[in-house]
């Protein structure tokens, strides 16, 4: 990734959109931290964690638009991406408890001595060290991508099909992780966290600044994305997209883009995954229900599929309406809400909030020719994917 | 006044008379027996229980059964026994007059495992000729089980006695089992006997003859062994037979939820998620016609299915072309979209009928012709699973005619198999989508009826089917309901079969992962569609 790939790849809303993901991680944690409690301009400790969880769903977005925006791969188990990432580092955590633990086992955490566990199981070890940790972050959800990929798009499974296994996927896990002989705390999964990297997760500053580095985070994949969509790479995934037979028969290798693109996307999930379950404070197997990942899908549907900027904002602001409208006397109309969301985004909004606004840009500037200044790479077609899906 | 003295003296006479003549005789064996609980020696309480159960008295069962309960009160001082029946109230043993009060010396006849054994006997033997079938049916087994020695007796004047033909059977086996372990009977009785419990044949039988020890004949142990090989393969085949009719039971189950999803995705190519919504727009239409009927007209709740019937199709089938007209024609060509919309439907159709009727489970009855079970061999067989596999099979004959004989039908062959070829040829495609998709939703409506049966009736019923549906639909293929069929009940039967080896969950995810890998293999189904229909 040179300098001059960097900059060359963005655009005047991408600029927009980092420097307010950068100047949001850098002032509320400072806000929280420097400024007195009950001040006007001082961000509550709760709101910044409440924050740190939109950042991570909109990371979680991002990886899902990485796919499906310009690859036309509609993942309906990119939960479980997530989840594998959270668990990866909600082990780490439980380790980390040591002795404070209710039974104060130093080496097995409190659900393995409940239910009688002797020993370690193989697949915890390695977890008191937070560098393994945060590679298995990483290397759990992108091996299970890479073969689950490998699997599904060599045998050319594609659109709704691929949808489907990938559901069933994350229903297989979420599953299995409710079992108490898997060894990931049942239907409790991990929680109780003491610290991490021996800061405690419950302290303000930690919580600031694990804000902060999920903003970094934020940042760095949308960086990541932007430069795998506007590289040549980039432009065969949008081929692919539109019409992946031609693609095909034009001599690429089709399925090797995509797993490519698969376990990247998948990797950013984990990383979502695993800056959420310390802000959150537990981790279960319902994060692995199959609702949560078509959930994510509509947030990338509501910001603008294939705009990237569009699916971190789509996170945001159906997430925040959710917080806004679960907590007050609005709570059971909040189903109606976001199923007519649903509905009314596909129905009337195909390009979502970003790309409706963008053809809305596109078409007032053609209409004032004098004014064509705007960076070129707004124009070379990646800001505004055609929708044309492959029809099964 | 010595006339009224000396009357008095008379009666006085005359009662003790009567009191020491009268008293021997009616304290014959029984009575004898009776008051040997008192003593609360094991030996002689065992003594007791086999006279009291022999003599035919009306006071035997009872007298047993206490023993059993331990509420049969002995005071050791006076060797009066009571009986403490299970409503507080107390009777003297002997003779079966109430008491007032059972003596605070009093406590109860204490047990030990060998006359528990006796005690079971004795209740079997006593209850061997009640004159109810199932009591007696249930007698026999019980000395099948006990084989005690004592109730060999009983259990021979019954069989002379009995008509019904499968309480002499249960006799015959119960007497065979008894001779079976009687150490002086003779090796021809053993063999007979081994033979009749080979041909009793379930695990009863099994534990019956593993345990019947060394100091038998070579004949009767060399016997028994083939016995128990043979029965042991008998069981092996009832259990086979067991886990496929589970198996196809669930197998129905999945076709019923899946079919109306094979039609709309198969001919359609709509993913419909809101498909196990109107599963349960189906059910809670049965809730609201048992709920009429429970008000209005009690007489007919077992006909509450019936009616249920036509009705859950047309309210599912009517939902379903309002949802086709509404928002899935704006989306044709879009299935991803297709996708999404109908799960933000299928979230708005649960909230809606938690809303109206509630979050929690309702209560929807069994008609009397679906509750019960009966046995087949050594399986059970409910009534209701038994009329779902006929159900579901009837509901996929009949709409296979009608895809096959009628004009819709062939209209929608046509537009599954080309599109744009049968608008061509002036079938008004919009019309079929409408009636499709009303057709599919509707069959779902019908398969809520039958689940409202077996499963719970709450806004969250759809969602347990939609995965299951799904994973049956794309497993047998789409736009060929044969491999519907095939790929439900091939499931069905995996699930079932897995279950005993892995667990129920664990099973589960080894079929989602077998359909993945399936699919890998053959990515459009077992029975794919061939040739243009599957790019168009």
Redesign the interface.
């Known amino acids: 990734m040179t300098p001059h790939m960097l900059t060359r790849s963005l655009d005047r809303g991408a600029t927009i959109f980092l420097t307010i993901v950068a100047a949001c991680g850098i002032l509320i944690p400072l806000s929280n931290l420097l400024l007195p409690a009950g001040s006007f301009l001082q961000v509550p400790t709760y709101l910044v964690a409440l924050w740190g969880k939109y950042v991570c769903y909109a990371i979680l977005a991002l990886s899902i638009d990485l796919i499906?925006g310009y690859c036309g791969i509609?993942s309906?188990g990119h939960g479980a991406f997530f989840a594998l990432g959270g668990y990866a580092m909600g082990m780490y955590l439980m380790r980390q408890i040591g002795t404070r633990g209710v039974y104060g086992n130093p080496i097995l955490p409190d659900f393995m001595v409940f239910l009688n566990w002797q020993k370690l199981p193989w697949y915890w070890y390695g977890f008191d060290m937070f560098w393994f940790a945060a590679l298995m972050v990483l290397v759990v959800p992108g091996l299970l991508a890479f073969c689950?990929g490998w699997?599904?798009f060599?045998?050319?499974?594609t659109?709704?099909?691929l949808?489907?296994?990938t559901?069933?996927?994350t229903?297989?896990l979420l599953?299995?992780f409710?079992?108490n002989d898997f060894g990931f705390g049942g239907n409790n999964g991990l929680t109780d966290f003491k610290d991490i990297l021996g800061f405690n997760v419950q302290a303000e500053d930690t919580r600031a600044a694990l804000f902060a580095l999920s903003c970094l985070a934020l940042i760095v994949g949308f960086l990541v994305c932007r430069a795998i969509v506007s590289s040549k790479l980039g432009k065969v995934l949008i081929a692919v997209r539109d019409a992946e037979s031609r693609t095909r028969f034009l001599g690429y290798r089709v399925e090797s883009y995509k797993l490519f693109v698969f376990t990247v996307s998948a990797c950013m999930a984990g990383v979502a995954g695993a800056l959420y379950v310390p802000q959150v404070g537990i981790i279960n197997p319902s994060e692995f229900a199959?609702g949560n990942s078509?959930e994510a899908?509509?947030w990338v549907?509501v910001g603008g599929r294939g705009t990237l900027v569009g699916a971190a904002l789509g996170a945001i602001v159906v997430n925040y309406a959710k917080t806004f409208f679960t907590s007050g006397a609005l709570a059971?109309?909040w189903?109606?809400m976001?199923?007519?969301?649903?509905?009314l985004?596909?129905?009337l909004l195909?390009k979502g909030i970003i790309g409706t606004f963008n053809s809305w840009w596109e078409s007032a500037r053609e209409k004032r020719p004098a004014e064509t200044t705007v960076s070129a790479a707004a124009e070379d077609g990646i800001t505004e994917p055609k929708?044309a899906?492959e029809?099964? | 006044m010595p006339t009224n003295l000396s009357a008095r003296l008379c009666t006085l006479a005359l009662s003790l008379f009567l009191i020491a003549f009268a008293l021997p005789a009616f304290a014959g064996p029984f009575e004898d027996a009776v008051a040997k609980f008192a003593n609360d020696e094991f030996s002689d309480t065992e003594e007791a229980i086999g006279v009291v159960a022999s003599s035919g008295s009306p006071l035997a069962f009872p007298i047993i059964s206490a023993l059993q309960d331990g509420r049969l009160m002995a005071d050791p001082d006076t060797k009066k026994v009571y009986v403490t029946g299970t409503d507080g109230k107390s009777i003297d043993a002997a003779t079966g007059q109430p008491v007032a009060s059972v003596p605070d010396s009093a406590s109860a006849v204490r047990l030990n495992n060998r006359l528990r054994r006796s005690v079971d006997a004795a209740l079997g033997s006593l209850t061997l000729q009640s004159p109810d079938l199932a009591t007696r049916l249930q007698a026999a087994q019980s000395v099948f089980k006990s084989h005690e020695e004592t109730a060999l007796e009983p259990v021979e004047s019954a069989l002379a006695k009995e008509t019904n033909k499968s309480v002499k059977t249960a006799l015959g086996e119960a007497r065979a089992a008894i001779l079976l372990y009687m150490s002086d009977a003779t090796e021809v009785q053993k063999l007979e006997a081994v033979a009749t419990i080979k041909a009793r044949g379930d695990q009863d039988a099994l534990a019956l003859l593993t345990g019947i020890g060394t100091d038998q004949p070579a004949s009767v142990t060399k016997a028994a062994a083939s016995a128990i090989g043979s029965i042991q393969n008998t069981l092996a085949v009832w259990s086979t037979v067991q886990n496929a009719w589970y198996g196809l039971s669930l197998g129905s189950v999945l076709l019923l939820a899946a079919i109306g999803l094979a039609i709309t995705f198969g001919v359609m190519?709509v993913?419909n998620m809101a498909h196990g919504e109107m599963v349960m727009i189906g059910a809670y239409t049965t809730f609201v016609v048992q709920e009429v009927i429970r008000t209005r007209y009690p007489g007919l709740f077992d006909y509450s299915l019936l009616i249920a019937v036509p009705l859950a199709f047309l309210v599912a089938g009517a939902v379903g072309v309002l949802i086709e007209r509404s928002?899935i024609r704006?989306?044709y060509?879009?299935?991803?979209?297709?996708?999404?919309?109908t799960?933000?439907?299928?979230?708005?159709?649960?909230?809606?009928v938690r809303?109206v009727f509630g979050p929690t489970n309702r209560e929807v009855g069994n008609p009397s012709w679906m509750s019960g079970a009966f046995e087949l061999g050594q399986i059970t067989i409910t009534y209701n699973r038994l009329w779902i596999l006929v159900f579901t099979l009837a509901v996929f004959a009949i709409l296979l005619a009608m895809l096959r004989y009628t004009a819709l039908g062939l209209e929608m062959r046509a537009v599954t198999q080309n599109r744009r070829m049968a608008a061509s040829m002036g079938i008004a495609t919009s019309r079929v989508d409408a009636l499709t998709f009303g057709l599919g939703s509707g069959i779902a409506g019908i398969a809520g009826v039958a689940l409202s049966q077996i499963d719970n009736v709450s806004p969250n019923l759809g969602q347990s089917y939609i995965?299951d549906s799904?994973?049956v639909v794309?497993f047998g293929g789409v736009g060929n309901l044969w491999g519907t069929l095939v790929g439900a009940f091939t499931l069905g039967i995996a699930n079932k079969f897995l279950e005993p080896v892995a667990g129920a969950?664990?099973g589960?995810?080894a079929i989602?992962?077998l359909?993945?890998?399936f699919?890998?293999?053959r990515?459009?189904g077992l029975f794919a569609l061939k040739g243009r229909a599957v790019e168009?």
Do not use: D, H
Not at chain 1, 154 to 157: A, F, I
Not at chain 2, 333 to 341: I, K, Y
Not at chain 2, 343 to 352: D, E, I, K, T, Y
């Open positions: 499906w509609l309906l689950f699997l599904a060599r045998s050319r499974v659109g709704v099909y949808s489907i296994i559901q069933a996927m229903y297989a599953l299995a409710f079992r199959p078509i899908v509509i549907a059971p109309y189903l109606f976001l199923g007519a969301l649903f509905i985004v596909t129905l195909p929708m899906e029809a099964q | 190519g993913i928002i704006f989306l060509g879009r299935p991803l979209e297709t996708l999404l919309a799960w933000g439907l299928s979230l708005v159709l649960q909230q809606a809303t995965i799904f994973m794309v969950v664990l589960k995810i989602l992962v359909i993945i890998l699919i890998q293999k990515p459009r168009a």
